[in-house]
């Protein structure tokens, strides 16, 4: 009996270009992302405050963290000032409600702006440099506003830091976690869908051949000056947005909290998920982030055996996450993003070993 050639389909085809790029490829994994915001939502009913302030902790590092692997991940520059760009959408959220009254929830996106401004003249040289030179300047980049940081008292408090008021609309306060919870999820849901968007449109798929191969590039007709500039333009944005909303969470924005070392985190978040992932940046957050609360439990769990552990946990937090960045680099240079991926194909073949 001869078989029809729906009956014979195996799998998921493509037969258009629009279906190539949508956002979800299957209708199972659309529902499971929205299943999975529905939970998140729900989670301020059914999560204690630890919970909670991980969960906001994860999202807006995830906001920043995006950023940067639009810069590193999909166009291929290296940045050693992350942080830095991420404290200045804390220290300018806080300062435009400050010194101006402007509601909260309308600072951090003009924060967003203004740390695209910024990233947008240090960008420049981008223009010109890549490689080693290109890891200098971004690095000098860190250095130079950190400096502006400690000095500049009508911006940022100086070394004694600034106040950064909580968020509010029409009277009603996020001031507390399962409120404030809400404010960085919309924010999250709404840069996850930008960035996926970015990537499917002319300028992501720039930033694709800009990383691949900058000569091919070029020959086809891409600018790669406007490219490599607009790319930090774009992750400084989203560095602004993830530092504004950490601000109005902590409450006070101190110039100590937007070190080199933060940078490295950022880098280890997008080298650990999976660069030129979007949910490979997620993935690479959440592990950064849960992987010093592990070591503090393992700590507490092993300190009747040794007790100087419990003086030593910043130690072993640091150390913990500069093996984990190393560790994937050996034997994980794909990141996370790739060990999904596996696992999804081994579900979809077994038992069949091709």
Not at 15 to 39: C, K, Q, V
Not at 171 to 180: E, L, M, Q, S
Not at 281 to 297: A, D, E, K, N, S
Not at 336 to 347: E, G, N, Q, V
């Amino acid at each position: 009996m001869a078989l029809g050639a729906d009956s014979m389909r195996c799998g998921e085809f493509h037969t258009s270009y629009r279906t190539d790029i949508r956002i979800f490829p299957t209708a199972f994994s659309r529902n499971m992302a929205l299943l999975g915001l529905a939970l998140l939502a729900l989670g301020p009913l059914y999560l204690n405050a630890y919970w909670l302030s991980l969960l906001i902790q994860i999202g807006y590092f995830s906001i920043a963290a995006l950023g940067l692997n639009i810069l590193t991940g999909y166009s291929g520059q290296i940045s050693l000032g992350h942080a830095a760009f991420f404290g200045v959408g804390a220290f300018t959220s806080a300062w435009l409600n400050n010194s101006f009254g402007i509601p909260v929830l309308l600072c951090i996106p003009l924060a967003g702006l203004f740390t695209t401004l910024v990233g947008l003249i240090f960008g420049l040289p981008a223009g010109r440099l890549k490689g080693m030179y290109l890891v200098i300047a971004t690095l000098a980049a860190q250095y130079i506003i950190e400096d502006f940081f400690n000095r500049a008292d009508w911006f940022t408090g100086g070394t004694a830091g600034t106040m950064a008021g909580s968020v509010e609309l029409f009277g009603f306060a996020f001031d507390t976690d399962g409120r404030y919870f809400y404010v960085v999820l919309a924010f999250l849901v709404l840069t996850l869908l930008l960035v996926t968007n970015l990537m499917r449109s002319r300028d992501g798929r720039a930033f694709v051949a800009l990383r691949d191969h900058y000569l091919s590039a070029e020959i086809m007709g891409i600018n790669l000056n406007k490219y490599r500039i607009l790319a930090f333009g774009i992750s400084s944005f989203y560095a602004g947005i993830g530092g504004a909303l950490y601000a109005h969470y902590m409450g006070y924005v101190s110039v100590e909290a937007f070190g080199l070392l933060l940078s490295v985190q950022f880098i280890g978040m997008i080298i650990i998920g999976g660069l030129g992932s979007v949910m490979g940046t997620l993935l690479g957050v959440i592990f950064m982030v849960m992987l010093p609360q592990v070591v503090t439990w393992g700590a507490g769990a092993l300190k009747h055996l040794a007790p100087q552990l419990g003086s030593n946990v910043s130690y072993m937090q640091e150390i913990a996450v500069g093996m984990a960045i190393v560790l994937f680099l050996i034997f994980e240079p794909e990141g996370l993003i790739h060990r999904w991926k596996m696992t999804k194909a081994w579900w979809k073949l077994y038992p069949f070993s091709y």
